[in-house]
């Protein structure tokens, strides 16, 4: 009997967190899976762990291969699976024992190429969530607005906590594109929902996403980052023709989305990627009136922007200035 869900699994040197994660999926409520796993040139013991898992049941299959990406990994995945509905889990997450049935039943019952719940984020989960509340249909506009809040614990743009009809994806040869180093699931997610009848969300969290709180800052910047500003144009061009309204929206997240990453190649010293901070800083001058007049934007980080696009060391010894100010006022107090 052909499985109902495959699930993929990028496996990359998380040999800490991969048996957590594989406990969570082979033990869940739902037992008509299909699991691949596919070790993207791990250097560590996460490939020998996916074949000894291989050999506990029969549901899993693992491809190694040498290291291309997250993205050409799940590709490699979405040509191998064949379940009706295909999941993404990433190797250092878990889900809840009953996250696959919690899914597919939403989708069963609306009919819909998309379910999607809420997730936790290191076992935090939305301080005001109502865990009574309706499934609701949203329309690929609301998905799509959705998609581009930069909030926690919602539909958000990440694929992890969503299943998606199989037919939509083969049909319209939806893959991930592995020259999008950062922003691949949004833009991925988003060419899903374009393509997509029924969309159904509920807030309830199923999955758990593992953070470390410090890893922002300990991540060097480097060129691939600049990315991200590609992957919010191609956004525009599939989104656009159908739903200009959204332009504005889009725009926005990339100047902060390409703020983000300015200030972190300022809080790693990265100033030697000239070409990926001349990308980043083109970005923000095209667009940033989109973040300007918004109300939902701080005055810090109005300044900010205003800095960073200008100067990139005026807004160095800014920050600098600000941050000394903050310790001081705080040792007062």
């Not at 295909?86 to 009953?98: E, K, T």
């Not at 800014?318 to 705080?330: D, G, K, M, T």
Request: aromatic share 10%; glycine share 4%.
């Amino acid at each position: 009997m052909d499985a109902e869900i495959s699930i993929i699994i990028p496996v990359f040197n998380v040999e800490k967190y991969i048996g957590i994660c594989l406990e969570s999926v082979i033990n869940q409520t739902f037992r008509n899976l299909e699991i691949i796993l596919v070790n993207d040139g791990s250097t560590d013991g996460s490939g020998k762990i996916c074949d000894e898992y291989a050999a506990r049941d029969s549901r899993i299959r693992v491809i190694h291969q040498e290291n291309k990406g997250v993205s050409a990994a799940r590709n490699e995945g979405l040509r191998l699976s064949s379940g009706k509905y295909v999941g993404f889990v990433d190797g250092d997450d878990w889900i809840d024992d009953d996250m696959l049935s919690f899914l597919l039943e939403m989708a069963d019952a609306y009919d819909a190429d998309i379910a999607t719940c809420g997730y936790y984020v290191n076992n935090k989960a939305d301080p005001d969530l109502d865990l009574e509340c309706e499934t609701k249909i949203i329309s690929q506009e609301k998905s799509i607005r959705m998609s581009l809040e930069l909030k926690e614990f919602c539909f958000d743009s990440g694929v992890f906590n969503k299943i998606f009809r199989s037919k939509i994806l083969k049909e319209n040869g939806i893959e991930f594109e592995d020259e999008i180093a950062i922003g691949e699931d949004m833009l991925y997610l988003c060419k899903c929902i374009m393509s997509s009848g029924k969309i159904v969300y509920s807030p309830i969290p199923k999955y758990h996403v593992f953070t470390n709180s410090m890893s922002a800052t300990r991540r060097p910047f480097n060129s691939k980052k600049a990315s991200l500003v590609r992957a919010h144009e191609k956004m525009e061009e599939i989104v656009s023709p159908k739903y200009p309204q959204l332009v504005p929206a889009i725009r926005k997240r990339s100047v902060l989305s390409s703020y983000r990453l300015l200030c972190e190649a300022n809080v790693n010293k990265s100033f030697n990627e000239a070409e990926a901070i001349k990308i980043l800083q083109n970005d923000i001058k095209k667009n940033i009136t989109y973040a300007l007049k918004c109300a939902d934007v701080s005055l810090k980080n109005k300044l900010g922007l205003v800095l960073i696009v200008a100067n990139l060391t005026l807004y160095r010894h800014a920050n600098f200035l600000y941050e000394a100010a903050l310790r001081l006022f705080n040792y007062k107090l």
